[in-house]
């Protein structure tokens, strides 16, 4: 599996209207089913997994262009609409409270020969992750999961800052198979790029989660007084010196100094004694105070540091229903559902040209789109 993407959005209020959502649903299913009858799921799973992508799908849907509901509201209407009888796959989950029913959904999935437990922890394990191997200020509370009936997935999650009013929206895709914690991310992409993001992910990392691993292998009891070491040398003692000029340099991590652990989780790796870092950070108790406690225990007193760079490399910015850049057409709108099914029903008829037509207007887009648009 691998990280596909990133994406930075606005926190905005409200509710998408019902006129807007009741033709969301069925554009958004139709154009599902062409992906999938002209590709296949792998193609539809691949750019759900694209945040540039699922970015544009929302917008065609006629969804805010920089808003934190292009995530949820996109999300909720696809979970709505797939299904394994038109579309050859599902998802689960959603926003809030729905996130949590993730697991059980895809363990009932075991009813299509599915194995929904393998399933249910691929997708606990993606969020904790995103969560807790990697601190960016973001907390999760969206957690969609897309799978076909191959087990081919992807899952689209979204975090919120509180204290800026934004989003961070992740994609995964399953098409490679990897490490969770060996940068699993390829080409992410934001909007804003942290001063101070804790990225266990890292190759620079490497390192620290040796040094994590090794030290709760030790006794709990030492493990804490480490702790509160690490705590009071932040505040007094470990501030370095920058040579030559005679300033003083605050170091990133102390801006995050962990003020708690959960230390029966703590007990619980000392007694299982975990083989490597993956082991170790899916362990039940092992959130994201204790990942951050044991990074900074691992880099002031053993000199193991981590990344503390936000594995964001690059910047882009995306109207809809607010009227930006331009009302919502809603007659043109229905219009092309109607275009879009009635292509799908003659196709399937044998009948290929309007899908033919649609093939040719790919030499009319612009040539940043056509690896977007596929063949």
């Known amino acids: 599996m691998k990280r596909a993407g990133v994406a930075d959005l606005k926190l905005h209020p409200g509710k998408a209207p019902h006129w807007l959502v009741k033709r969301m649903m069925p554009m958004a299913s139709v154009l599902c089913e062409f992906i999938v009858d002209e590709f296949g799921t792998q193609e539809l799973l691949k750019r759900l997994a694209d945040p540039v992508w699922f970015q544009a799908l929302s917008n065609v849907?006629?969804?805010d262009w920089d808003s934190s509901g292009s995530t949820t509201v996109t999300c909720g209407v696809l979970r709505s609409v797939?299904?394994?009888?038109?579309h050859n796959m599902v998802a689960a989950g959603g926003k809030g409270l729905a996130s949590m029913k993730t697991p059980e959904q895809l363990r009932a999935l075991e009813d299509y020969g599915l194995d929904g437990s393998a399933l249910a922890e691929l997708s606990r394990?993606?969020?904790?992750?995103?969560?807790?191997?990697?601190?960016?200020?973001?907390n999760l509370y969206q957690h969609v999961f897309f799978v076909d009936t191959d087990e081919n997935w992807t899952v689209v999650q979204q975090g919120?800052?509180?204290?800026?009013?934004?989003?961070?929206?992740?994609?995964?895709?399953?098409?490679?198979?990897?490490?969770?914690?060996k940068e699993p991310h390829s080409g992410m992409i934001s909007g804003e790029i942290r001063e101070a993001a804790l990225?266990?992910?890292?190759?620079?990392?490497?390192?620290?989660?040796?040094?994590?691993?090794?030290?709760?292998?030790?006794?709990?009891?030492?493990?804490?007084?480490?702790?509160e070491d690490v705590k009071s040398y932040g505040k007094t003692t470990l501030i370095p010196w920058l040579e030559g000029?005679?300033?003083?340099?605050?170091?990133?991590?102390?801006?995050?100094?962990?003020?708690?652990?959960?230390?029966?989780?703590?007990?619980?790796?000392?007694?299982?004694?975990?083989?490597?870092?993956?082991?170790?950070?899916f362990m039940d108790g092992i959130g994201p105070a204790a990942v951050r406690?044991?990074?900074?225990?691992s880099e002031m007193i053993y000199g193991s540091a981590p990344s503390w760079s936000d594995p964001v490399r690059m910047t882009f910015a995306f109207g809809g229903k607010d009227g930006v850049p331009f009302p919502v057409p809603r007659k043109a709108y229905d219009?092309?559902?109607?275009?879009?099914?009635?292509?799908?029903?003659?196709?399937?008829?044998?009948?290929?040209?309007?899908?033919?037509?649609?093939?040719?207007?790919?030499?009319?887009?612009?040539?940043?789109?056509?690896?977007?648009?596929?063949?």
């Open 199 to 227: 990225d266990m992910t890292s190759n620079e990392s490497e390192d620290c989660r040796k040094t994590s691993v090794d030290i709760v292998k030790e006794e709990p009891l030492k493990v804490k007084r480490l702790f």
């Open 293 to 297: 406690g044991l990074s900074l225990i």
């Open 125 to 138: 394990n993606v969020a904790k992750v995103d969560n807790a191997a990697i601190q960016d200020g973001y």
């Open 160 to 181: 919120m800052d509180h204290k800026t009013a934004d989003a961070r929206r992740y994609h995964w895709l399953s098409e490679e198979v990897d490490s969770f914690i």
């Open 82 to 86: 797939l299904t394994f009888d038109q």
């Open 61 to 63: 849907l006629g969804y």
């Open 245 to 281: 000029n005679g300033q003083q340099d605050v170091m990133p991590s102390y801006k995050v100094v962990p003020t708690r652990m959960d230390w029966n989780a703590v007990r619980r790796a000392y007694e299982t004694q975990p083989s490597d870092y993956e082991e170790l950070l």
């Open 335 to 375: 219009e092309a559902i109607q275009f879009m099914e009635k292509a799908i029903e003659e196709a399937k008829l044998g009948r290929k040209d309007k899908v033919v037509g649609l093939r040719r207007l790919k030499k009319f887009a612009p040539p940043v789109l056509h690896s977007q648009i596929g063949s």
